[in-house]
Nanobody
Framework: QVQLVESGGGLVQAGGSLRLSCAAS??????MGWYRQAPGKEREFVAR????????YLIDSVRGRFTISRDNAKNMVYLQMNSLKPEDTAMYYC???????????WGQGTQVTVSS
């Protein structure tokens, strides 16, 4: 198990930007991903990145607006979120991933709220 702490969320107007951070308790030799859960909806996969920073994939609704990256030396994963839309409002979580499937227990997440 890897402990994960998300941060960087906040309240932003539509069209604004946020950079989310995910701190892992140790080095991970696996892909990492971001997920989100809006009120009344199931948690959904958003993006993943391979161990070395390649093999990135983002779902259609965020592709071109979000960028996933990682810094293995710092055990950090990031999600740069640009051109935010109200429908991006959700709790955002990170996790190790196998494909799109989470591996570890969930952290507390970080709230992203995008106003109209």
């Amino acid at each position: 198990q890897v402990q994960l702490v998300e941060s960087g969320g906040g309240l932003v107007q539509a069209g604004g930007s946020l950079r989310l951070s995910c701190a892992a308790s140790r080095r991970t030799f696996s892909g990492m991903g971001w997920y989100r859960q809006a009120p009344g909806k199931e948690r959904e996969f958003v993006a993943r990145i391979g161990w070395g920073g390649g093999d990135t994939y983002l779902i259609d609704s965020v592709r071109g607006r979000f960028t996933i990256s990682r810094d293995n030396a710092k055990n950090m994963v990031y999600l740069q979120m640009n051109s935010l839309k109200p429908e991006d409002t959700a709790m955002y979580y990170c996790n190790r991933v196998a494909g799109v499937h989470p591996i570890d227990s969930w952290g507390q997440g970080t709230q992203v709220t995008v106003s109209s």
